[in-house]
């Protein structure tokens, strides 16, 4: 008797631990989806951030964005797009941005911009302001420079400009997941729960990915008939 008290005890705990895993997030509240896909042009699942030297809420969310980026598998492709809402100083400092990044001194550049534009208030409109800041880093004058006003930089920069009128994005920090979808921390409540919807979302790619590369399989159709 008491074997089967245990397993209809049991029984009506699987729904509520069901229900307990479910998804806390609401389409149209904590993210929007959209109508169509935007293409990313990579086999990964693709997160892209995008956000604002001038912009507070971006500084405070970096910290959870970078713990975040660094737990994500080799499936998920993750990348930073500096907003050029800025008019000619945005563009400026988007092209220190992937000039670092070319260089691979985002990891020093990065937060030195930040605390320039929105501790310092360095202006930053010119490039020679720019240039004097990297400098006292320790990274080469004459290769930063050259590579803030190279072909390839002025590339990134207007890619950035196309993805962010892809996306519509108007508010940052803003990060889409696989061309699909778009969330921000005003829309969830708080970047501690954007993070969990980023998972959420990154999951449910890979999972249906991960569905479709298995039913595409040759000889998979027939071999169950």
Request: net charge neutral; glycine share 8%; charged share 25%.
């Amino acid at each position: 008797m008491s074997r089967l008290v245990s397993i209809v005890f049991v029984s009506l705990l699987l729904p509520l631990s069901a229900m307990a895993a479910a998804p806390q997030f609401q389409e149209g509240k904590d993210y929007v989806r959209y109508p169509t896909p935007v293409a990313t042009g990579t086999g990964k699942v693709q997160v892209l951030e995008f956000f604002s030297y001038g912009c507070p809420h971006c500084r405070a969310f970096e910290p959870y964005f970078e713990k975040w980026k660094k737990e994500q598998p080799a499936g998920v492709e993750v990348r930073q797009i500096p907003s050029i809402m800025g008019g000619a100083r945005g563009r400026l400092i988007a092209e220190a941005f992937y000039a670092a990044e070319r260089l691979g001194v985002l990891d020093k550049v990065h937060p030195r911009l930040f605390e320039a534009v929105q501790v310092e208030r360095i202006p930053l409109n010119n490039e020679d302001q720019i240039i004097d800041l990297v400098k006292k880093l320790g990274i080469d004058e004459k290769a930063f420079r050259s590579e803030m006003d190279s072909f390839d930089v002025d590339t990134q920069v207007r890619k950035s400009m196309q993805l962010m009128m892809a996306y519509r994005i108007t508010g940052v920090p803003s990060v889409t997941i696989d061309g699909r979808y778009m969330t921000s921390g005003g829309m969830t409540g708080s970047f501690t729960d954007m993070i969990k919807l980023m998972d959420y979302l990154v999951d449910r790619e890979m999972q249906a990915r991960k569905a479709h590369s298995t039913s595409s399989v040759p000889g998979e159709t027939a071999s169950k008939q």
